[in-house]
């Protein structure tokens, strides 16, 4: 699969993905830091790459309808630290990996996956 990072989760996520066998890069490593949600999803879309991110904007389905998109992945730990979303985020992409996103918005909680 392919992946792309959203600015606000950790950069080690990068390795992780990579070592699974995933293609993955960065809104930041596209200087696309603090651009419009519309513009990362559009290069999401224009690179058929699964966005990760923390946003919660993106995971607006009305806005962003998922069957236009690759997959959307919304994390949503209970903490944000970033040492804790990192934890959370590992420890939820093993089970991730093995989903079908393509078209699916996918909220992780600390209760579980949804498939939307």
Request: hydrophobic share 40%.
């Amino acid at each position: 699969m392919r992946f792309k990072l959203d600015e606000n989760l950790p950069t080690e996520i990068l390795a992780d993905l990579r070592a699974a066998g995933h293609e993955a890069d960065s809104v930041h490593d596209e200087n696309l830091d603090g651009k419009p949600d519309s513009s990362i999803l559009a290069r999401v879309r224009d690179e058929q790459r699964i966005l990760l991110t923390l946003d919660k904007g993106i995971g607006d389905i009305r806005s962003y309808s998922p069957a236009d998109y690759p997959g959307i992945v919304l994390f949503r730990p209970a903490s944000t630290g970033r040492g804790e979303t990192l934890v959370f985020v590992q420890k939820h992409l093993p089970r991730l990996l093995g989903l079908d996103l393509a078209g699916h918005l996918v909220v992780v909680t600390g209760k579980g996956i949804r498939i939307r």
